[in-house]
């Protein structure tokens, strides 16, 4: 399926949330062998409590991760998951995937996104995995922990912003042209991300998400929105949404049970190409990394 003009029928676009859905299946069972918690966010978790499965211009699947359970998830996942199938993708200091958190992608297929078809990296349909952070209560140390989380996401893109201001846009191109080392942007990204990720989310009275982009990294949640999981119906199965559901939903995205405008209800990734009867190495060359071969 070529999708430069990002158009899916109906057919190929449930075809996709099907894939998807065997993703999610697949993770929730690896993490409630492992212990992990996770919950649905942003469209499965609006999906699961207005339609009991995908938003139907959904085309992927996103979850939060509590900070230990993300970073414990890492560690395990090389190796006790089926890598043969499904492989484990975050930004680090040797690999460079545009992303400020970490993905799970099926190898068997090809989802080629548009910001991301100049890279040599993992193609495959993609499950985001988004984590969760304390949010201090102090205005300094909130409005510090911000910065570090910009100068995280700044060094994990390598590009500034350019839809964040003129300003915004203008500090990170300067920044980047006086800073151009790779191993000097990999310590400053690590840096960053030790800073931003200081206060446990145990100790704190609220909860944010850094890795969402500067949209989202604003919201304060209360800790008992994610306290525990209730567990909902979606496409046939059970999956955890957090308890304090509605406060969360609330704060991100206002009234959630109400569908957006007809023109709004499209798949929001540009998808460059998508195939999901066969594997994203057989497009290198062809649909990404396609300078390398001219």
């Known amino acids: 399926m ?16 099907m894939k998807g859905l065997e993703m999610a299946v697949y993770f929730r069972d690896f993490c409630e062998e ?6 649905f966010c942003g469209g499965c978790c609006i999906g699961t409590l207005r339609h009991q499965g995908f938003i139907p211009w959904d085309d992927d699947v996103d979850v939060f991760m509590p900070r230990e359970d993300y970073e414990k998830l890492k560690k395990l996942w090389n190796r006790y998951a089926d890598t043969e199938r499904y492989s484990y993708q975050i930004t680090d200091d040797t690999h460079y995937t545009k992303n400020l958190f970490s993905t799970i992608n099926d190898n068997h297929t090809a989802f080629i996104k548009t910001y991301q078809a100049d890279l040599d990296i993992n193609h495959g349909l993609v499950l985001d995995v988004l984590p969760l952070d304390g949010c201090p209560n102090g205005k300094w140390q909130r409005r510090m922990q911000k910065i570090w989380a910009l100068t995280y996401s700044l060094f994990c893109i390598q590009q500034a912003p350019t839809n964040h201001g003129k300003k915004v846009e203008f500090v990170g191109k300067a920044v980047l042209a006086l800073l151009r080392g790779r191993k000097l942007r990999n310590r400053i990204r690590n840096f960053a991300e030790r800073k931003m990720t200081r206060y446990p989310i145990s100790q704190c009275e609220k909860i944010t998400e850094l890795c969402s982009g500067p949209g989202y990294m604003k919201n304060e949640y209360p800790r008992e929105a994610f306290a525990s999981a209730v567990w909902k119906e979606f496409e046939g199965e059970k999956f955890p949404i957090p308890v304090g559901y509605d406060a969360y939903l609330t704060m991100a995205f206002g009234d959630y049970m109400q569908p957006p405008p007809k023109e709004k209800q499209v798949i929001h990734h540009d ?6 009867k066969h594997s994203y190495l057989d497009y290198k060359g062809v649909y990404y990394c396609v300078s390398e071969n001219q």
Request: aromatic share 14%; net charge negative.
């Open 271 to 276: 998808i460059v190409f998508c195939d999901l």
């Open 2 to 17: 070529d999708k430069h003009n990002h158009v899916f029928t109906p057919q190929q676009l449930r075809e996709l949330q």
């Open 34 to 39: 492992h212990g992990l918690t996770f919950f």
